[in-house]
């Protein structure tokens, strides 16, 4: 186990609706990042939060935003879905914000899209 | 465009089979590489990794990889594989971008049979 939980763990929405989905971090760990993997494909980056403000963020369209409170843990939020965003979602937490790609994932939580 | 590719996308293997799974990255500049593993119903995580020194880095359950900058590959490799080696197996780098932004292939299946 990583201590990373996310939730839900599967969820069906339709075109046009929105979605958030909630990680709670490793035990100190400041820093969050979001993957989507698609089915068949690797996680591809989506954003990383530090210290509450987004400090990097990957080819992902304004629709996909996000949030980290006071205590690490991160929301990231999906405004008006495609059907292409149906994907298994990945939250993952590190102690450090720099490029050291220690990353410690959580289960994922995912999401098909009708 | 950094990307990651992995040859393979599915393999077979009979236990006590030696195993190497080919990784290849385009990327001109300075790059840490990791090997992240996936076993079935559990959340992925980090095998090994290199950042520099020696080429040839361990990881852990008897698993290696290397890195030759020439050929712009990290492959890994295992001398025995057992059963409980099946898993979904991820070669990623990171970009020297001040966050935690990982670079995954598409994975390559590693199916082991008794």
């Known amino acids: 186990e990583t201590g990373v939980t996310q939730s839900p763990t599967h969820l069906i929405k339709t075109r046009g609706q929105q979605v958030t989905l909630r990680c709670s971090s490793q035990?100190?760990?400041?820093?969050v990042s979001w993957y989507q993997q698609a089915l068949g494909q690797g996680p591809q980056f989506i954003f990383q939060y530090y210290r509450e403000e987004e400090n990097g963020r990957g080819n992902f369209p304004p629709r996909f935003s996000g949030l980290q409170f006071p205590n690490y843990s991160s929301e990231l939020n999906v405004n008006a879905l495609e059907l292409d965003d149906s994907a298994l979602y990945l939250c993952?937490?590190?102690?450090?914000?720099?490029?050291?790609?220690?990353?410690?994932f959580g289960e994922g939580s995912r999401l098909t899209v009708l | 465009a950094q990307s990651v590719s992995q040859h393979n996308h599915h393999v077979i293997l009979s236990e006590a089979a030696s195993l190497e799974l080919g990784c290849n990255y385009s990327?001109?500049?300075?790059?840490?590489l990791f090997w992240y593993v996936q076993y079935p119903g559990q959340h992925l995580q980090l095998l090994l990794k290199y950042f520099s020194g020696d080429p040839l880095v361990k990881g852990i359950k008897g698993f290696e990889a290397e890195f030759i900058k020439s050929k712009f590959s990290f492959n890994l490799r295992k001398p025995s594989v057992q059963w409980s080696d099946t898993a979904e197996y991820f070669c990623?780098?990171?970009?020297?971008?001040?966050?935690?932004?990982?670079?995954f292939g598409t994975g390559t299946r590693l199916l082991v049979s008794p």
């Open positions: 990327y001109g500049g300075t790059v840490n």
């Open positions: 035990s100190g760990h400041n820093t």
């Open positions: 993952a937490s590190s102690p450090v914000t720099g490029n050291t790609g220690e990353l410690f």
């Open positions: 990623a780098v990171i970009l020297n971008t001040g966050f935690q932004k990982l670079v």
